[in-house]
T-cell receptor, first 113, second 111 residues
Framework: DAGITQSPRHKVTETGTPVTLRCHQTENHRYMYWYRQDPGHGLRLIHYSYGVKDTDKGEVSDGYSVSRSKTEDFLLTLESATSSQTSVYFC????????????FGSGTQLSVL | KQEVTQIPAALSVPEGENLVLNCSFTDSAIYNLQWFRQDPGKGLTSLLLIQSSQREQTSGRLNASLDKSSGRSTLYIAASQPGDSATYLCAVNDYGQNFVFGPGTRLSVLP
């Protein structure tokens, strides 16, 4: 299994609070991605990174920000959590963008009350 | 905008059967296509990656085919086992920074 660790695994928070999810990889892969998975919508890309300090928006980036200060860490921040951001969040990595398999972490179940 | 669909949404078969899962995409200009497996409460595991220049890929009892011109891919599972029970998702990379995922097919293999 690819070395991807997501933390926390589960989190419950209140509307309006900031939340940060962490993805840590030990594979030294260049590309890292944050997805959310919701019933009826499948997996959707939030943000991705193609190197240290290099990030870009995905399909559903509103209300989210990311940072990547080291190759191995990719942080996802919900600036002011809303109930619509209740979801399962997955981090994924790939060695070459578009030309290699995607490896996924185990996910973070986030509930915003 | 690329859209990916998967049929059927759910499938239940007795152990030992051969089965086919279908994936369709609307824009044939794709870079590659991947099939994933997702167990309940877990992340996705990549099963097979097919580049746009390839017609099929095989791994053990799994065989995936790709027909870009018709916008279709199939995942063939031979001699199904209860351990194959999971949700199977396909995803296409359409030269952007994004893999577009289908909704998945939930497979149950009954002993």
């Amino acid at each position: 299994d690819a070395g991807i660790t997501q933390s926390p695994r589960h989190k419950v928070t209140e509307t309006g609070t900031p939340v940060t999810l962490r993805c840590h990889q030990t594979e030294n892969h260049r590309y890292m991605y944050w997805y959310r998975q919701d019933p009826g919508h499948g997996l959707r890309l939030i943000h991705y990174s193609y190197g240290v300090k290099d990030t870009d928006k995905g399909e559903v980036s509103d209300g989210y920000s990311v940072s990547r200060s080291k190759t191995e860490d990719f942080l996802l921040t919900l600036e002011s959590a809303t109930s619509s951001q209740t979801s399962v969040y997955f981090c994924a990595i790939s060695e070459q963008q578009g030309n290699e398999k995607l490896f996924f972490g185990s996910g973070t179940q986030l509930s915003v009350l | 905008k690329q859209e990916v669909t998967q049929i059927p949404a759910a499938l239940s078969v007795p152990e030992g059967e051969n089965l086919v899962l279908n994936c369709s995409f609307t824009d044939s200009a794709i870079y590659n296509l991947q099939w994933f497996r997702q167990d309940p409460g877990k992340g996705l595991t990549s099963l097979l990656l097919i580049q746009s220049s390839q017609r099929e890929q095989t791994s053990g009892r799994l065989n995936a085919s790709l027909d870009k011109s018709s916008g279709r891919s199939t995942l063939y599972i031979a001699a199904s086992q209860p351990g194959d029970s999971a949700t199977y998702l396909c995803a296409v990379n359409d030269y952007g920074q994004n893999f577009v995922f289908g909704p998945g097919t939930r497979l149950s293999v009954l002993p």
